[in-house]
Each structure stands twice: as C-alpha cells, then as structure tokens.
C-alpha cells in the first residue's frame, strides 16, 4: 500500500498501489537505516536536539533487532520523519505571542479530500453523512449530517501522537444546526459552540503532557455539523500558557453579563474570581496554575451556560405569555424547564443543550416544543406527514419573512392546494354557558398556480358553535404570496363544558397554512339561573327517578333507556355542580323530560353496546362511558373481527356491565333472562376459555366455565347461549373472564319469551344455569306402575305426592343378590339421582312451580352394592350389548343381549357386577318391610275402593293373606 507520512498518523489516500519490500524486509530497513542517516546529519539548534536524539536512539534500536516486523519498521521510520520536521521547526523560540506552526493537521481546510471519508487523519464515530464539501465561498469543510429521525450523536476527531510535550493553541472554525449539543474540544478541554448555523472560530490552549493530542468536535443528537479552518500552534512554556489561560478565564469572567441568571451561579462565578484574580501573577508552579484553572472554568462555564439558557427561557416565558391554548399536563411539563432553571439545578451540557431540547432547530427535531404546543390539538406530534409543529424554518424562511416558529403548520406542497381538514384543539372543564373568545395569528400562502395578488379563500377560525370567522383577510407580505393577520372568534361553552377551538379548511386556494400565538379568554360570565329554573329542574329529576329505580316497582327497567339515564345522571351533575349556570338548568331540564322511558317488555335488551360498535376507530376511547368495565391494564375496540363484526380485545382479566355510571342492569325478580356472548382468541392455538356469571350479591347466575376455543378471532367466533333466572330483585352485574388475550362481541341479555325451562322428551338438556326457575315443564310420559326417572332438580314427598298420586312410591337401588335386585324406599326424589318411580296414575307430562334446577351431571348415578343405576339426560342414549346391562321392560328387568338398544332422556338403566354368565331376567323386590310399622290388621276383603299391592308393588285384585299395600298404608290380613 503506496503511504504518505504525515507528521501524524498513517492515512489512507485516494490514489492506492501496491509495492513488494521483498521476503526478508531489506528494502524496508534500508529504507529505515537511510532516515536514520538523515536524521543523524541535520544541524539543529541544541534545545531542539533532545527530542531528536531520542527518535534516533528508538530507531537504531529496531534496525538492529533481528526479530523486527514489517510495522515496527514503518513506525521508526513515521517517527524519525516527525522529528526532523520538529527538529526544523524552531520549537524552542515558540512563545505566547509567536506561536510556531507546523504542518500539525494534514490538510486542515479539508481542499484536498472532498466527497469522501474518512479523509486524511480525520475519523468519525457518528458514521451518518459524512464527506468534505465547499460550504462557504471557495472554502471547504469537513461535516457529518442527517436528515429526519436519525440523530448524530458522536464525534469528529483528529489524533496526533508522538508530538512534543509542551503548550499548544488550537483554533477551530465549527457550525452546528443545534449547537447547543455541540463543542469543540482538545483533550479535556472543550468550548460550547455558542450560535446555530453560524460559523464561529473556537480557540482552545491546552497542554500536552504524554505526546498525544487528540481535537475534534463532539455533537450529540443533532443533524447537522461542520468544522473548517483547523490549527494546532506550538506555543512554548507551559507555565505562561497555564498563566495566560487563568488571565483569560478572569477577564471572560469579568467581562459576563450576569442579570437575570441565578444568584446563586452569578455569586459562585465571582467568588472564585476574588479568589484567584489577586494572585495567578505570582504562580510559579505547574500545579498553582491547574488548581486555579480547574476552579474557575467550571464556575464560568456554568455562567455562560446560564446566560445561554436565559435566552431559551426568555422564549419559553414569551410563548407562554401569548398563548394559553394547551393541556394542564403539558403546561406542568413545559413549565419544567423554567423551574429547573430558576432553582439552578442545570447541568452545564444541560444549560447549554437547552434551546435544542426545548426548542429545537433541525428540521422536524424532536423538542419539548411539539408536544407542549400540540398537546390540546387532534395531531399528533410526531405526526409530520402534513399537519404538525414546525420548529426548525426561522424569520424568512419558505418565502414568509413575517412569520416566525415555533408554529402550527398545515403544508402539502407550494404548488398543491390543501384538501378539506377541521383541526381542531379541545380543553375541558369549562362553565357551561360561558362565553369565550379565541385569538390566534394566522398566515396563508396561496398556491403558486394562483395569482400571488390573489387573496386566500375558504379558511376559517372557530369557538365551538360560534360564528365561522374568515381568516383569508390577513394583509400581504411585501410582494409575497403570503398574507398574514391576528383574528378573533365568539362562542359559548356547551354543556359538555368543553372549549373547542377549529380551524376550517374547505374548498381552499391556498397550499400552507401556520397559526401560532392562540389564546383564549372568557368575555361574559354564564348567567346564573332563577330559582324557579332550578326548582324546575328538580322537579324533572324527581319525575324521571322513578323510572330508573323501576326495578323496585316493576314497571321500568333503566338498562333500555340509555336517552333517560343520561339525561337524569346529567341533571343530577348540574344540580351538583353547576347550578351557577342557566344554560346547564335550562337545557338539563329541556333533555330530561322530553327524554323516552320504554317499559320493560318482553325481549327487552339489558345491555348497551354489547357488541363494541361504539368506540371504534379511537385508540383512547374510554370503555366505561358505553357502560362497561375492565379488571385488567389494558383492552382495545376492534372492528376486524370475522364477519366484518366489532368487538372488544381483552387482556387477561375480566370485563363487566352493570356497574359503571348510569348502565346498572336492575333485573327483575324470579325471571327468566337469554344470555348471549361470542368470543374468540387473539392468536390461533391460544385455547382460551371463558367463565361467566350475572350476580346480585349471590343470586342470579353463578360462575359457568365455557370450553376454550383456539381459533383466531379474525377467522371465526364461538357463539354461547343459555337462559338463566334471576333471584330477588336488585341491579345486576355481568363479569366476562378470560385467562388469555380474547376477543369478545356479541353480548346480549334480553328476558325470555317463555318463562318456563323446558325438557324436550325427544331432545337434549336445555342450555341454562342453575337457579330457582318459576316453572319447569318436562314433556315426559309416566305410566301408572313402575318408571325409571332422573331429574336435574329434586322432588319432595308432597310434591311427588301431587304429582304421582298418594300411593306414589319412590325407591333407589340398594343391593344385588342371587339374580335379584332390592331397592330401598325413599320420600323424596334426589336432584341427579336415578330411581325406580312407581307412579299410581299415568301422567303425561310434569309441569312444576319454583322449581331449584341442579347443573345436570352427565351420566347421574346411583350405586348399591354390586349394582348401580345409571341415567341420562341425552335426548338418545346407547346401551350395550352384553355388558351386564339390564332394562326395565313390562314390570320386568331383562338383560341387553345381542345388540345394543336405545334409551331417551331423564330414564336410567342397571348394570350388575357379576361373576360368570349374566342372567336374562332378573327379580327385584322393593325393600319397605316393618314388622313394627303394620297400619292396621283387617279381617275382611273390604279395601273402601283402594287400589291394593303386594309388597313387589304388583297390583291386586283383592286383599290376599300376609302384607298388603293399601292408600299407602300397610295391611295385614289372616
């Protein structure tokens, strides 16, 4: 690689070739041994030859090693040829005043490196944009840059090395688009740039103790930075330089303006200036110096940086006081700045970077500014697509001499025309009733297909429903296509207490708009109200109260009239709060009682967008104000669902309606309610389920767990349905938990049309909850003589009674015993249970009042010993073959042989633990006798026209000796 030495470093040039030095290094050394030779014969003055001979002495000692490298060799040489050009240069007559300068910095006004990097011994650690080109006229200059997002944040340096110890100068030409981030430094030592994008000439002493100086310009987080003209002098005694330095420091000191910064960092500056100014004559000590110099320049640094940041304040401060359109969260923010400053607690790098953070000056910087002024408006800001906060164009800029940043600015193009937009800002918590007055100054530039004398057209400003005020009026710029005025707008304060403040834009010929300086100010207090609008008002609530409270009386059910409820929980504020306004009692009183009760039908619907519809659209609509509420952080409206349906996407957790604001749901009591919900999984695979329940206190329908379903919500959605009863009368709440991120739509609670659970005898198990149901129909046939039966709710012995007639029996299989089965007597029929009913009369179907309906159990059972009766709720059920089942045929039990029958619902088969071959048929005898319990012994055949059994429960046609059954009642005839 073709190398040039540079007195400095290695660097690579444009033009590159590649030469051979040969296997064993002789063509290098010779070189390295023909420098020494140099070096040995050059005359120099006897100071200078120290640093020579030291060169020299390194150099002989590499030449001589027989183990020497390739780069070994090269250094020698590189630092042979920087101490001859040391050597020459004279440095032992450098002063103060007659400063020696060498070629330090290879190529130092960038001319002979342009549009390409790194360049000569200068290196970057920003790595964005970086290259040399003609900024001003005919000078060059090395800079990094970058637009939009990306920031630079790094440095531009150049690096000497083997360079003699002593006191140097060095003197930088540096711009910076924010300047405020950016300083330039030598070693340790740096200074601020102090303007933006202006050139300014920084000059730096600083001493070299370890043969190394590195100087460079340091930007943090800007786009934009250049630095020309750059020189390192050798200036001689380090003594006088340090003396020189404290002399400078004082007198920069001395010479602040100091008025407005803090006290405190004023007195600091001046304290350690009475200290030092006496004495820094008489130092004669190295260290004397540095401890002068490290005491005064950061307590003149931190005046200067204060002095700096005054200015931002000052611009903060004049903002502030030209508009007030702006939240009271971003105020408490921006006014930050200000406190931190009075209470000097800035850093110095934060006292200087303080226009840039708060202000910014790089095109769509990211500064305190944009949110501050944006912080009421409908845009976001770091929205910048074309409607945004601009804080980068200055005085002249984009062709508007008069209008200055930061500003509101809606651009698309110069030659474009804007497209129809409102923007508008909002404030809440304001008097109903109020009237206020916007002002805001406003510039229009119209297209430049338009004749530039032609005056702006269709934009207006606007207070709420005030009058649309023409802002197109402004006057021209000098000979401009821009035409700026100041405007005012009227209007009240509605009900919702809201101040909104718009600028219309339709129908335009202009193609950039800025506003800037809006503030508002009440004009007329609202008008109190008269007592008699008052009492008015509190007659309406009385009125309409009693609709909400409907649940108490029956009548009404609130959950149906969303328009009457928010009018009432409105008027209920206004009495509350605002009764000092006439526009709130007047217009509260107007929406309540012209407001439409709807009263509680069949079919009615208890919840309010039940599927999510209202909201969407808006990332920060508030799910409670349509009713609902959520346990967990965070949920989001959708409107992506299958089917093109909205819905709601819940994190894990629960959401809930009937206790948020007026949306209660005041079911009534003892009634019959349909249920419906879908709800799907926010990913394919995520398995999530859902448990439901609609409680008052703990009536109504407790928790049910819903089997998960895996499927992502935008390929389809589980549908649930069930009915559920209600229990005493009270507001309702229904929780919806999800486990997993779920999406859920689709929910609906309406009262049924039937209030009767039904059980098909030819169908499944109705989908319901368990509770206390005011009727239950089961459309099953009994016949008179045996049944077996299974029911999900129990029966008492006088309901079985009222039923099956007085002589009803009802057993439970007990035990198995030599191909017989014993049941065991009982009163009652248990929920769930299978039995053996022995009804007296035939019944056709089972209709039954407040009736306590169990979860059914799937296949309910009943076990004995070495036996057990088995039921089903299923409208059909298989029962195998040869599996030691039997079923109850004509009075009999038989065994299911061959094939496998069927059974219908509420009905129950036996099995039997049998060792060996099962038997056909089987006996069964029905287990009620005691000897103690005889009712009566009788000697005749009369019976007064009873029905009379036998203890098997087969029905006879007169009394026989031994036991019989008559009207429920044991006789004994001899």
């Not at 920087?82 to 400063?99: D, V």
């Not at 964005?128 to 939009?148: I, L, R």
């Amino acid at each position: 690689m073709n190398k040039e030495k540079n007195g400095t470093n290695w660097h690579t040039i444009a033009t590159k070739s590649l030469l051979f030095y040969g296997d064993d290094l002789t063509t290098i050394k010779s070189e390295l041994n023909s420098e020494i030779n140099t070096a040995t014969g050059l005359s120099v003055d006897a100071s200078e030859q120290t640093y020579l001979n030291s060169a020299i002495d390194a150099a002989e000692t590499v030449y001589a090693s027989s183990t020497v490298t390739f780069d070994e060799i090269d250094a020698a040489i590189t630092t042979l040829k920087i101490a001859e050009k040391y050597a020459k240069g004279g440095f032992s007559s450098a002063t103060l005043s007659t400063p020696v300068l060498t070629d330090f910095v290879v190529n130092g006004d960038f001319a002979s490196f342009t549009n390409d990097w790194p360049n000569g011994g200068w290196y970057t650690t920003a790595g964005v944009g970086n290259h040399g080109q003609m900024t001003e006229a005919d000078k060059f200059a090395w800079e990094n840059y970058s637009w939009g997002n990306e920031k630079l944040s790094g440095k531009m340096y150049y690096r000497m090395t083997e360079i003699p110890n002593g006191a140097y100068s060095v003197s930088i030409d540096g711009f910076s688009r924010t300047a405020a981030s950016t300083y330039i430094y030598a070693n340790k030592e740096r200074v601020y740039l102090t303007s933006s994008e202006t050139y300014e000439t920084v000059v730096i002493p600083v001493i070299v103790k370890n043969n190394m100086l590195e100087i460079g310009e340091y930007s943090g987080k800007i786009d934009w930075m250049k630095i020309m003209n750059v020189k390192v002098s050798y200036t001689g005694d380090p003594l006088a330089s340090y003396k020189n330095t404290i002399k400078n420091l004082i007198e920069t000191g001395e010479g602040l303006d100091v008025t407005g910064i803090p006290a405190s960092v004023a007195s600091a500056m001046t304290s350690v200036i009475d200290t030092y100014k006496p004495v820094y004559t008489s130092y004669t000590e190295e260290d004397e110096c540095t401890a002068a110099i490290s005491a005064l320049q950061p307590a003149i640094e931190k005046a200067q940086a204060y002095i700096k940041a005054k200015s931002t304040i000052d611009k903060i401060n004049t903002l502030l006081s030209n508009t007030n359109l702006y939240t009271s969260s971003a105020y408490t923010t921006f006014y930050t700045y200000v406190s931190k400053f009075t209470n000097a607690e800035y850093t110095v790098e934060e006292a200087n970077s303080l226009e840039g953070v708060v202000f910014g000056t790089g095109w769509r910087t990211t500064a305190a500014i944009d949110d501050f002024l944006i912080s009421a408006w409908d845009v976001n800001a770091r929205d910048w697509s074309t409607y945004h906060v601009n804080t980068w164009s200055t005085t002249g800029d984009s062709g508007n001499p008069n209008f200055v940043t930061p500003c509101i600015e809606y651009w698309i193009g110069d030659a474009e025309t804007l497209g129809d937009k409102v923007m508008t800002a909002t404030l809440p918590d304001f008097v109903p009733g109020a009237e206020y007055k916007v002002t805001a100054t406003i510039c229009l530039g119209v297209n430049t297909g338009v004749d530039a004398s032609t005056s702006p057209t269709g934009v207006t400003l606007q207070l709420n429903e005030g009058d649309a005020v023409s802002v197109c009026t402004g006057s021209r710029i000098a000979e401009t296509r821009f035409y700026e005025g100041t405007f005012e707008a009227n209007g009240m304060i509605g009900l919702d207490g809201k101040l909104n403040v718009k600028i219309n834009v339709a129908g335009t010929n202009a193609s950039w708009i800025t506003f800037r300086n809006v503030s508002y100010e009440m004009t007329a207090d609202a008008a109190a109200p008269t007592s008699e609008e008052i009492a008015a008002l509190n007659s309406a609530i009385s009125a309409a109260e009693k609709y909400s409270l409907g649940f108490e009386t029956g009548e009404y059910a609130p959950y149906n009239n969303v328009e009457g409820l928010t009018a009432l929980a409105t008027a209920q504020d206004v009495i509350a709060n605002h009764t000092d306004s006439k526009l709130s009692v007047t217009s509260a009183t107007t929406a309540l009682t012209s407001a439409t009760w709807n009263a509680n039908a069949t079919e009615v619907e208890c919840v309010y967008n039940g599927n999510f519809a209202l909201g969407q659209g808006s990332a920060a609509a508030n799910i409670q104000q349509y009713g609902w509420t959520r346990t967990n952080a965070w949920g989001q409206f959708r409107n992506d669902l299958s089917g093109s349906t909205t819905g709601y996407y819940n994190q894990p957790g629960s959401l809930q309606y009937g206790n948020a604001g007026v949306y209660t749901m005041p079911l009534k009591a003892n009634t019959v309610y349909n249920l419906t919900f879908q709800y799907a999984s926010w990913e394919d695979g995520s398995n999530n389920g859902m448990t439901v329940s609609v409680l008052n206190a703990e009536d109504g329908m407790a928790a049910m767990a819903f089997d998960a379903y895996a499927t992502k919500y935008t390929n389809g959605l589980t549908t649930q349905s069930l009915v559920f009863v209600t229990g005493a009368t009270g507001n309702y709440v229904l929780t919806l938990a999800n486990g997993g991120n779920t999406v859920i739509t689709g929910v609906s609670i309406t009262k049924a049309a039937s209030q009767t659970l039904e059980f098909a005898d030819n169908d499944a198990l109705p989908s319901y909850a368990p509770g206390t149901y005011p009727s239950v129909k089961v459309a099953r046939s009994i016949k008179a003589g045996k049944n077996t039966l299974v029911l999900p709710f129990s029966m008492t012995e006088e309901l079985v009674k009222a039923t099956f007639g007085n002589n009803a029996k009802v057993y439970t299989v007990s035990k198995y015993d030599n191909d017989n089965i014993t049941f065991a007597s009982q009163t009652t029929i248990n929920a769930n249970e299978p039995c053996i009913l022995v009804s007296e009369e035939a019944v056709s179907e089972l209709n039954l009042t407040n009736v306590a309906v169990a979860a059914a159990t799937a296949n309910p059972t009943k076990e004995g010993t070495s036996v057990k009766m088995i039921g089903s709720y299923a409208a059909s059920t298989e029962i195998a073959a040869d599996a030691n089942n039997y079923v109850v045929s004509g009075n009999e039990l038989w065994l299911v042989e061959g094939s496998a029958v069927t059974m219908k619902g509420t009905r129950a088969y036996i099995q039997i633990e049998v060792s060996g071959t099962a038997p056909s048929r089987l006996t069964w005898s029905f287990d009620e006798v005691d000897a103690t319990a005889i009712d009566e012994i009788v000697n005749g055949q009369s019976v007064n026209g009873q029905s009379i059994y036998n203890l098997n429960g087969q029905q006879l046609n007169s009394l026989q000796r031994g036991i019989n059954i008559v009207g429920g009642k044991k006789v004994f005839v001899k």
